[in-house]
Nanobody, 116 residues
Framework: QVRLVESGGGLVQAGGSLRLSCAASRSIFSTSAMKWYRQAPGKQRDMVAAITTGSRTNYADSVKGRFTISRDNAKNTVYLQMNSLKPEDTSIYYC??????????WGQGTQVTVSS
């Protein structure tokens, strides 16, 4: 059974930092690119950052230079370090992975709220 469990969300003032974590089942983590998405109320879910098994990274333009995605293969965990947070970063953040057949899996989400 594939599990993705996010943690680390919370309330922070604009300009502050948070680090999100996503603990994944070993079976999916070892073979999948790991991604972070976010979804604000009434908006679509958008990809924020991605990291391949070889640690190549990709970011949405809106977070480049502020967010950093990384993975710890020993812990089967992917992180999202978020710096210089803005009120528009307020969203539920979701961890995503896909198996070798293309089936996607999602975590339960973690709320990030940035106050102005």
């Amino acid at each position: 059974q594939v599990r993705l469990v996010e943690s680390g969300g919370g309330l922070v003032q604009a300009g502050g930092s948070l680090r999100l974590s996503c603990a994944a089942s070993r079976s999916i983590f070892s073979t999948s690119a790991m991604k972070w998405y976010r979804q604000a109320p009434g908006k679509q879910r958008d990809m924020v950052a991605a990291i391949t098994t070889g640690s190549r990274t990709n970011y949405a333009d809106s977070v480049k230079g502020r967010f950093t995605i990384s993975r710890d293969n020993a812990k089967n965990t992917v992180y999202l370090q978020m710096n210089s947070l803005k009120p528009e970063d307020t969203s539920i953040y979701y961890c995503n992975a896909a198996d070798l057949y293309g089936h996607e899996f999602w975590g339960q989400g973690t709320q990030v709220t940035v106050s102005s």
